[in-house]
């Protein structure tokens, strides 16, 4: 993903460029990611500046073939927030996606097109790091106890009792199917 956003963001220098860029952006986006794996604790997600950077790079590539298309600086930035806000999903981040998108555009005219998305892309999703800090989303899995997530399995953990009869019991493997249920009447 680095290597990719790096050689679109210098392909506008040329093949050799392009091939640095590659090089660079690999090295760089696989540091960023290593660095906030070996703080990530467990059963949490990489870190928000990590998420970011990776954002960066997915956006660089999808600049670079809207360049080659014909898009100018300005409709990629526009396009890029857009579409990040409305990954956002919410109504107040969908509004600023554009807005945000439409100044970076504006601020990188004389850029090139996959330099733009990738700005854009950041941008927004820093703006909307410090504007809107509650969390978007919760997973139900942090505040229940493993014991109470029968579809979790957890090889270094004791299954809990069941009340099935004593001669049966859950096949310890995470892939085994579940026993169908009886339907109601």
């Known amino acids: 993903m680095g290597a990719l956003a790096g050689a679109a963001l210098t392909a506008h ?13 690999g090295a760089a986006l696989a540091a960023v990611d290593g660095a906030a794996r070996a703080r990530q604790k467990p059963d949490e997600i990489p870190a928000v500046w990590a998420r970011i ?4 790079a997915i956006a660089a590539p999808i600049g670079w073939v809207a360049g080659r298309a014909g898009a100018s600086p300005l409709a990629v ?3 890029s927030g857009a579409i990040a806000g409305a990954m956002g999903v919410r ?19 004389d850029r ?5 998305a990738a700005a854009g892309v950041v941008a927004f999703r820093t703006v909307s ?28 953990k004791p299954e809990p009792a069941m009340s099935a009869p004593a001669t049966s019991r859950r096949s310890p493997t995470p892939s085994a199917a579940p026993t169908p249920r009886p339907p109601r009447t």
Request: no cysteine; net charge positive; hydrophobic share 50%.
């Open 13 to 25: 220098r040329g093949p050799r460029a392009a091939i640095t860029g590659a090089v660079l952006g």
């Open 53 to 56: 950077a990776a954002s960066g």
């Open 77 to 79: 930035g526009v396009a």
């Open 91 to 109: 109504p107040h981040k969908v509004a600023l996606g554009p807005v945000v998108g439409l100044a970076v555009g504006a601020a990188m005219r």
């Open 112 to 116: 090139p097109p996959a330099q733009v």
């Open 129 to 156: 790091q410090l504007v809107f800090r509650e969390p978007q989303v919760s997973l139900v899995a942090e505040s229940a106890p493993a014991d109470r997530l029968p579809f979790v399995w957890y090889p270094w």
